[in-house]
């Protein structure tokens, strides 16, 4: 019986086994923590990292340093692979003309919506987005939409009902904040407790209402 050849990565002839074993430590960490997302720790994003690197070897030609190179080629595959795996991160406002990225003449980066769901690009994006996010990474708080049901996260995220809702009714004010607390943005413990009681409350009047008529 004969014995399957171990598959070993070969290098590149100029690049030597530390030269790359250094960049691809460099590289991994970097883009490890820059693209974790959902349940891939950082620890899965720096191995996917170390497989896209070593397949890119095979497209090297020596025209410019290693490390730039595999930057790249390892930057483009992990941009990718979170976008088919957990949401776009090509969002439609970096390229609109009304982008304001320093926050310069805006609170939201837009010059042109004070809520940019009401923009239909960026609604369109975001809906996709928290639709393949909240599926990975569901918020974990409680909602008593009614005092004969307690609802669960995955029960919000699974029905649609509920969160036509919440779109719906909640306060203006508290928009911008509910849509960062919806999408998994970083967001203060304060903001956190005062958005879940909105939605809460925001629930509760709407089911007490409905019952009345």
Known sequence: MSKKKKKTTKLPNNVSEEEFLTVLDNIS??????????????????????????????????????????????????FNYKRDHYQRPDNPCTTCPFYDKNYEKSDNQCTEYSNKVNCSLYN?????????????????????????????????????????IIDIKIPTQYRDLYLKFRHGDKITKNDQRKIINIIKTTLKEHYENDKDQ
């Open 29 to 78: 960490k970097r883009l490890g923590n820059k693209f974790k997302f959902g349940y891939h720790t950082y620890e899965d994003m720096k191995q996917q990292a170390a497989i896209f690197a070593i397949e890119g070897l095979e497209r090297y030609d020596s025209s410019r340093p290693l490390e730039n190179f595999l930057w790249t080629h390892v930057r483009n595959r992990l």
């Open 124 to 164: 369109a994006w975001y809906t996709r987005n928290t639709a393949k996010k909240n599926i990975m990474k569901p918020v974990d708080i409680e909602v008593a939409p009614s005092p004969s049901k307690q609802l669960d996260v995955n029960d919000i995220v699974d029905n649609t009902e509920i969160l036509n």
